[in-house]
């Protein structure tokens, strides 16, 4: 499969070579053909979708203005609210839940008249790193497809990785993005907390979730999160700043980029050919005149730790609306109304979710509040510290995504612990609030992809995505795509 680049794309659509009904029904057929063994998409929207087309073609025909994303197709991550359609977040307790409303996100998509297809697998309520707890069954990787996709937005990695769609949003609370993308070759970015806003994303931990774009190359994920980033007065954590041009200054030349290099990120359990194609996608930055320099995160060994107690602190806090009354399950057969709330949500929530509801209800719980939940809180500033250190030193920090190339599917499920271990190096980024890319940066011997990743400074997305960009103009790794 050929990917074409997303500037590539735009050219053809603007100047008529290729229509949007073209692409859409081309991007549909793949669906079809491909998705029934790889389980990205859990609902696809051909009429929907096919409509929007026509009305841009009809725009693009009579001269009147189009948007940015105009006749691109696009698939959602099921945890984000679309109207109309089913938002399941992977889990029986939503399997018929149609929101009444567009996600924040959404209604920028549509104004930049880009073709929505459906809604993509996630694991389910976003609790997951291989998209294996989902009702829809496991996302399969399209690079060997007896592995994971990553996760929890499997999915939408793995649409865009196998052509089934050219851009693709996610959401991330401790990797959720960059995981998926270095397991599956594409890019993906978590943007600075309060950058684009939560509205109509169905919450896992509020004070880490951000929603953030996956695309085949830096120049579509730049253009992506142009058109989702802004202010918004329905979320009360959206960052009221500019939001800046990003596609505009990809090309501007990094002089004097200092890259740092954490030693806590090459420590034990990292395998070996990840940390290769990491230092030799070092080894191309300092060949175009970057420096590398040594920087110390001293508090991330407790990042895995205070993450899950403060991620399943809110996940208990934000779940308790399920309750069985409202919206969402509700049990056929219960005794009082407390056995109606116990009887709902037992048969609701997967046993991941049960057990993150547990952890942080526990957490939270008189006696263990000061002793966890607060404890960590106070590690995550430390973290928070650790950075902003380093960066008085860099630029940006580069390092592996995952420690491991992706995974077998079934090869972590029943060993959270192990399954958690593998959010190490991603989870400091949402402690922090800061801005992380994952970039592809080479391949293992059996053929896997291998991701690098990036962090910068909060709200600094704009050296970031330069830095992301540099690399894909030295090397050729984003151009590999899936053989199936």
Known sequence: MNRPSTRDLISQLNSGALTARQLTETHLDRIATLNGRLNAFVSVDPDGALQQA????????????????????????????????????????????RPPYDAHVVERLRAEDAVILGKLNPDEFAMGSSTETSIFGPTRNPWDQTRSAGGSSGGSAVAVAAGLVNLALGSDTGGSIRQPASFCGVVGM???????????????????????????????TSLLLECIAGHDRRDST??????????TTLDQPLKGLRIGIADEYFSQGLDGEVEQRVRDALKAFESAGATVHSVSL?????AVAAYYLIACSEASSNLARFDGIHYGHRAEKFGDLAD????SRGEGFGSEVKRRIMLGTYALSAGYYDAYYLKALKVRRRIADDFAA??????????????????????????????????????STNLAGLP?????????AGKLPVGLQLQAPALNETRLLQVAHQFQQLTAWHLETPKI
Request: charge should be neutral.
């Open 54 to 97: 026509d009305d841009i073609d009809r725009r693009r025909q009579t001269g009147e203005p189009v948007g940015r994303l105009a006749g691109l197709p696009i698939g959602i991550k099921d945890n984000i609210c679309q109207k109309d359609l089913p938002t399941t977040c992977g889990s029986r307790m939503l399997q018929n839940f």
């Open 190 to 220: 978590k943007p600075t907390y309060g950058r684009v806003s939560r509205y109509g994303l169905i919450a896992y931990a509020s004070s880490l979730d951000q929603i953030g774009p996956l695309a085949g190359d830096v120049y579509g």
């Open 238 to 247: 959206s960052l009221d700043v500019e939001t800046p041009a990003w596609t």
């Open 298 to 302: 001293p508090h991330s060994k407790y």
């Open 340 to 343: 109606l709330y116990c009887q």
């Open 390 to 427: 380093a960066f008085k030193i860099v630029d940006v920090i580069a390092g592996p995504v995952a420690p491991t190339p992706a995974f077998r599917l079934g090869e972590k499920l029943n060993d959270p612990l192990a399954m958690y271990l593998g959010d190490i190096y991603t989870i």
């Open 436 to 444: 992380g890319i994952s970039v592809p940066c080479g391949l293992t």
